[in-house]
């Protein structure tokens, strides 16, 4: 089967065995030699120069295998941007690679239908010890035993050192080389495939990490000083080799290792100003790509909650992008369980079972609405003509566990009859559920930030990240940020490796159990009813102060019913629908109301009808 996918950076290799094409566009140079290690030498061949800051040449003796690098006006030598792979990191020799040499074992998969979504958000490096592609590959049978159809995978795109949460790549082409070889990935995505899951990958198309890009030296057109990013210089979409360099690394990852999908990163950080913005015009491509051929699909991370990239056509099927993260419903269901309140939870302090069940219903949780950490300006788009399988619902992932100061997981963190009702409803609710590794069985490891880096550069990360969290009550004190793990440390990343062991013990077994049971009520029960889901039509309810009911009418017609009590003290409830059967629930103990016109303390049911 031919995968490669053509594009007009890197390296293509020629038909007839006539070698390899090289292709850089380098602005900014005045001049561009290839350097190719031949037979223990080095080979110099000087590009040349196309127009429009292009160097091109195709040279006889590369192939497949063969390791190069370029080297700018005679003087900086640097790694090809579009490298598919870098074996000895991000500031090494580049490797040719012939993406047609993999034999895939399942060429006929298709993918599956965006709402039999459920995910499994993994980090590579942590999810196993070997913390390898094909350590993933031996885990496989237990995410399907689990009930999940989806894998996430983590960016894995290279990154400088050798640990590190994969949002600092510096090189998006190139599968980050201590996970292993681009045919590595290859055969995760091709075993996956052959147990029915779905694999997707997040990719960042916001900024280059800190240590690694080149691109300033031989290419400062890629940025833009006229906006500002957190994490550096911004790109600009305005040029058109730009546009180019990151539509075809979207399809360059879904054609060559056949992922069913992408999570964009951040995409509120994306600024452009083109007539077609540039995350419109992605999805068009790579829609207008694999139309007809195989099910494919883009997921946003986007803060600003603009509804607009979720818009469906007449027949319900997304126009762009499938869904986006919610971070409303975790900051909701955070503050419920935990009752904390600093930072970005604070807007959702005051009623957090409204924001809940505003969100179950109708998508966002702030649709225009003014938001207190963004000092009172508005935030969001209305977002409740659109179907709930528009929205990607957690109660933990990544950045919601990495980005607390110590790294705790929810199970650490609050009582297990709330985290165990807030599951009961995500993964019952019709939006497709995340589940973050180890979550299944409430992993005691944290998941904390760590990095690679070294000298100024890992001073500053590690003094950074202890300034992040002096909003923060527990940390603002002089000597609590000392609490804070450093970065940098080995140690760091030690910790949040998963120890797999756990899994038979207790309560991790009834924990792993509990999940298994409510993803089989979600396949059996409700995953059929969810095609063609329609929008605007799930109404919603509060009783008492922390009661919620929320009705959604699916796609073959029939009604699910949510009855909740999200707090610690009973409270009086509404009757469900007549006629109906329950599906599931937390079974909480009757107190002194058997007749059941009340709810106890995080009782949770689930309700069929039609």
Not at 257 to 262: A, H, M, T, V, W
Not at 380 to 403: C, I, K, M, W
Request: aromatic share 12%; proline share 8%.
């Amino acid at each position: 089967m031919c995968a490669a996918h053509p594009m007009p950076f890197g390296t293509r290799i020629a038909a007839g065995g006539e070698g390899v094409l090289f292709q850089l566009w380098a602005p900014g140079a005045t001049g561009v030699t290839l350097e190719l290690e031949v037979h223990g030498g080095v080979v110099a061949v000087e590009l040349s120069r196309n127009g429009g800051g292009w160097y091109r040449g195709q040279v006889s003796e590369a192939q497949a295998g063969s390791h190069y690098r370029f080297r700018i006006d005679g003087e900086a030598a640097v790694p090809d941007p579009a490298s598919r792979f870098q074996p000895r990191g991000v500031h090494a020799v580049s490797q040719v690679v012939d993406p047609d040499s993999y034999e895939w074992l399942h060429p006929d998969w298709t993918g599956r239908p965006w709402h039999e979504a459920v995910f499994y958000e993994l980090h590579t490096g942590t999810f196993t010890s070997p913390g390898t592609f094909a350590a993933i590959h031996r885990r496989l049978d237990h995410l399907v035993e689990l009930g999940v159809t989806a894998v996430q995978l983590m960016p894995v795109a290279a990154f400088s050192g050798s640990r590190g949460w994969g949002y600092d790549g510096v090189l998006p082409f190139a599968p980050h080389s201590p996970y292993g070889s681009p045919d590595s990935l290859r055969a995760l995505v091709d075993a996956a495939h052959g147990r029915g899951l779905m694999v997707f990958l997040d990719v960042v198309y916001n900024h280059f990490g800190p240590d690694g890009n080149y691109l300033h030296r031989y290419a400062p057109e890629f940025f833009t000083d006229r906006y500002e990013t957190p994490w550096g210089d911004a790109i600009d979409f305005s040029r058109g080799p730009v546009r180019e360099f990151f539509i075809h690394n979207a399809l360059y990852w879904l054609e060559e290792f056949r992922f069913d999908g992408l999570r964009l990163d951040a995409v509120h950080a994306i600024h452009d100003e083109e007539p077609l913005h540039i995350l419109e015009e992605l999805a068009a491509r790579v829609h207008q790509r694999f139309h007809g051929q195989r099910r494919v699909h883009l997921v946003l991370e986007n803060g600003r909650n603009e509804a607009r990239y979720l818009r469906r056509q007449a027949d319900g099927r997304p126009e762009a992008y499938a869904a986006q993260w919610n971070d409303d419903v975790h900051h909701a269901c955070h503050v419920v369980a935990t009752g904390e309140t600093d930072g970005y939870y604070g807007p959702y302090a005051e009623d957090p079972v409204h924001h809940l069940g505003r969100c179950l219903a109708e998508g966002f949780a702030f649709q225009g609405e003014t938001f207190s950490h963004w000092g009172d300006r508005p935030r969001g788009e209305p977002s409740r003509q659109l179907p709930a399988t528009a929205f990607v619902t957690f109660l933990q992932n990544h950045d919601q566990v990495g980005n607390r100061a110590l790294g705790e997981r929810i199970t650490e963190l609050s009582d297990p009859r709330s985290v165990d009702a807030l599951l009961t409803i995500l993964l019952l609710a019709p939006s497709p559920p995340l589940v973050f590794m180890g979550q299944e069985w409430a992993a005691p490891e944290p998941f904390l930030f760590f990095c690679d880096f070294e000298d100024e550069l890992a001073d500053e990360v590690r003094e950074g990240r202890r300034r992040e969290f002096q909003q923060f009550r527990d940390f603002g004190a002089s000597g609590e940020a000392e609490q804070i793990p450093d970065p940098n440390a080995p140690e760091t990343f030690r910790r949040s490796v998963l120890d797999w062991t756990a899994v038979h013990r207790e309560p991790h077994t009834r924990w792993l159990s509990r999940f298994k049971a409510l993803l089989e009520v979600r396949r059996r029960e409700i995953t059929p009813r969810l095609e063609s889901l329609p929008g605007g039509v799930a109404p919603w309810e509060r009783f008492g102060s922390t009661g919620l009911q929320v009705q959604w009418t699916l796609g073959d017609g029939s009604l699910l019913t949510l009855h909740g009590n999200l707090g610690n003290e009973p409270v009086r409830a509404p009757p469900l629908p007549a006629g109906g059967r329950i599906l599931q629930g937390t079974r909480r103990e009757r107190g002194p109301d058997p007749s059941g016109s009340s709810l106890q303390p995080w009782e949770v049911t689930w309700q069929l009808s039609g």
